[in-house]
């Protein structure tokens, strides 16, 4: 799986949209975006995934670069629950192997 | 649908004692992953299984660690002798076939505090 790059920590303010940056130079081209989310004490929850066209659902919004190296992720209206480390996950599809997840994000959602 | 169950929630064992964390994964899936969580070494795949066969425990640490997958509804993941270093969280996570989908769904973990 393709290595990815993001930062460490943000912050947001309420109501706010959340963008969060994900590199991953490296991505192969049959290899998908998928987002990962862990709230404090909470296992890890799926959000979104994406292979070159944008995406959206009910959580959020995936944003593809045209050379597929970045991405980034969409929050449109943060919530004080959106407080969590985001994990940005490289990955072939419809693969039964493991998630490999990075450090991720925390994202912290400020009142 | 009640997602995936793990229990106990909390665990607290002196070195020595033999761990046994429980899983039931959701009803129709196919896939079981076991995970563990530690502040050094972030979230990594310890097992998994496929229609209750093992596929991968190249992440297994070392031979005290076992998993079985006796049925399709249950799965333990039992630690003997325990130490301290296996104190960690360990999340169990479920998918269906991936040939249709393989978004993995995460039970509330299992905290292990090995004294």
């Known amino acids: 799986d393709a290595k990815t790059t993001q930062p460490p920590s943000m912050d947001c303010a309420e109501g706010r949209a959340a963008n969060l940056p994900c590199n991953h130079s490296?991505?192969?081209?049959?290899?998908?975006v998928y987002w990962y989310r862990q709230i404090h004490s909470q296992g890890p929850q799926y959000i979104i995934h994406?292979?070159?066209n944008n995406e959206t659902n009910e959580m959020a919004s995936l944003i593809i670069t045209e050379d597929r190296k970045s991405s980034t992720l969409i929050l449109p209206h943060a919530t004080l629950r959106d407080t969590a480390v985001y994990y940005c996950i490289v990955r072939v599809a419809r693969s039964a192997r493991q998630l490999t997840f990075g450090s991720g994000t925390q994202l912290t959602v400020l009142p | 649908d009640a997602g995936v169950i793990q229990s106990p929630r909390h665990e607290v064992t002196e070195m020595g004692q033999e761990v046994t964390l429980r899983c039931k994964p959701i009803?129709?899936?196919?896939?079981l992953f076991w995970y563990r969580q530690t502040m050094m070494r972030g979230l990594e795949l310890l097992i998994y299984f496929n229609n209750n066969v093992p596929i991968d425990d190249s992440g297994m640490p070392e031979d005290r660690f076992s998993a079985k997958m006796p049925n399709a509804s249950f799965s333990t993941l039992k630690i003997q002798p325990s130490e301290p270093r296996d104190s960690a969280v360990y999340f169990c996570?479920?998918?269906?076939?991936?040939?249709?989908?393989?978004?993995?769904?995460f039970g509330p973990g299992t905290r292990l505090t090995v004294l």
């Open positions: 994406g292979l070159k």
């Open positions: 009803s129709g899936h196919d896939y």
């Open positions: 996570a479920s998918s269906l076939n991936p040939a249709s989908t393989d978004t993995q769904y």
């Open positions: 490296t991505i192969s081209g049959n290899e998908y």
